[in-house]
């Protein structure tokens, strides 16, 4: 990293700094892992509308067919990662916890049959409105791990004018370092879908942010900026959480505040993931849908951590097998990182577009479960990254004041867990406050009926 770049790292107030572990897999280079034998590809990996399937059983399927969609905007279809048969059409144990809508599809053959799509000669001179089609059609999603189609961001309305596009490549989150990777290792792809974004898009203001943990990928992006001759900038960040947070990131980057209840939009910002940057490559210039992504398998609960780039569907038992299995006192597995991720009680759950991450961890790596009550310490409130009063907020939750909650900002709460992890009592605070948001909405809904 340059001495200019050093001299102008910036961040946004409050947050915390919990033990990043990144140096379990940040200096391995990404593997391919073989064809599964089998994949489960939930019908709704995405905010919005879920798909319905245009297949059913028996029905033999190539890589990259378009499987399920729906004619909902705020959608995003699904395509075949492998080539086989479909087995079923049914319900199966997905990484949220319940069975949901599943293509059970069965490998047929040692390699691809890939179903491509249509690409443009040359993207610099496609439309903007072919450009949003195609990454519609390639089935796109923030890769980052909010899964928001990416076309939706791409069509912002015109009462909402966007003069700059936000890369992000903090990944603040403890363990995880395949976006780190995907920057070392395919960098130029990166920043052409970067830039393939922005035409759509309209617009020439572009800024990388990167976390300065990274020096060696932030290196890498300023050496290519030059070398493409991208008006590109990139952006030194302070090591700090949750400096990834889309709202986090637009302060520490432009200085502008997100409104309340707002979205990047409202203060003229787009922002997308260094993945979801790579996936518009791919699909724009090779003609391929989103049907695989590196993700990181690591915690001291693994024996051989890893990145890997793997079809979406696999089984998180053949990604975690891939990487040694498991140590005998395994304690917890997350989808994604401790912070922010899922805990997963089954591992034959299946990736997701979303699943940057499976973090396996012994009780060594875990906080206390135990809670305590509330000493008024105020902690939580002063690594809020929205300014909130999160044991106010969890409270009422807990004792069913949910107008309360709305009224308290419930619904600002980007659920980064900063108050959780900073506890003394180890009160689950974000919990509360989702279920919060939870019945909140249902609260909603019913007056409006």
Not at 307 to 316: C, D, E, K, V, Y
Not at 367 to 381: D, L
Not at 427 to 441: A, D, E, M, N, Y
Request: charged share 20%; proline share 7%; aromatic share 4%.
């Amino acid at each position: 990293m340059s001495e200019a770049s050093l001299l102008s790292i910036s961040t946004f107030r409050r947050g915390v700094h919990p033990d990043e572990y990144k140096n379990l897999t940040c200096h391995l280079p990404s593997k391919l892992m073989p064809l599964p034998d089998e994949v489960f590809i939930p019908l709704q990996q995405h905010i919005g509308a879920p798909c319905e399937a245009l297949i059913e059983k028996g029905d033999e399927v190539k890589t990259g067919q378009k499987i399920a969609d729906t004619s909902a905007f705020v959608s995003s279809p699904i395509h075949a990662s492998i080539t086989g048969t479909v087995v079923a059409v049914a319900s199966f144990p997905h990484p949220l916890g319940a069975k949901v809508p599943m293509i059970h599809i069965r490998r047929e053959g040692e390699v691809d049959n890939w179903e491509l799509l249509s690409t443009p000669e040359n993207w610099e001179t496609a439309t903007k409105e072919d450009l949003g089609k195609l990454v519609r059609e390639a089935g796109i999603v923030g890769l980052g791990g909010a899964a928001f189609p990416t076309h939706v961001k791409m069509s912002p309305p015109d009462d909402k004018p966007i003069d700059h596009f936000i890369l992000n490549g903090c990944e603040c989150e403890p363990f995880l370092t395949c976006d780190h990777r995907n920057m070392l290792e395919d960098t130029d792809r990166i920043l052409k879908g970067m830039a393939i974004m922005m035409r759509i898009l309209g617009i020439k203001q572009g800024i990388v942010g990167i976390e300065s943990n990274k020096a060696d990928a932030i290196a890498a992006m300023e050496a290519r900026v030059e070398a493409l001759q991208l008006n590109f900038k990139i952006q030194p960040l302070k090591v700090k959480y949750p400096q990834g947070a889309e709202k986090m990131l637009i302060d520490a980057a432009l200085g502008r505040k997100v409104p309340a209840g707002g979205l990047p939009m409202d203060v003229g910002v787009v922002v997308n993931n260094i993945a979801t940057a790579l996936a518009v490559y791919e699909a724009v210039v090779d003609g391929k849908p989103l049907i695989q992504r590196m993700l990181t398998v690591t915690g001291d609960a693994i024996q051989s951590p890893g990145n890997l780039t793997s079809r979406i569907g696999t089984p998180f038992q053949v990604c975690v097998d891939a990487c040694g299995g498991l140590q005998d006192e395994t304690t917890q597995v997350f989808m994604g990182g401790p912070m922010m991720g899922l805990v997963q009680y089954d591992l034959q759950v299946p990736t997701l577009k979303a699943t940057s991450g499976i973090v396996c961890m012994q009780s060594s790596q875990l906080k206390n479960t135990r809670h305590y009550p509330c000493i008024q310490c105020g902690t939580c409130v002063g690594v809020c990254p929205m300014n909130l009063v999160p044991t106010r907020i969890s409270r009422l939750a807990e004792t069913g004041k949910y107008e309360d909650c709305k009224a308290w900002g419930v619904f600002n709460c980007i659920e980064c867990g900063s108050c959780t992890f900073v506890c003394p009592s180890g009160i689950p605070l974000v919990q509360w406050i989702r279920v919060g948001k939870v019945k909140s909405t249902v609260q909603q809904q019913k007056a409006q009926t």
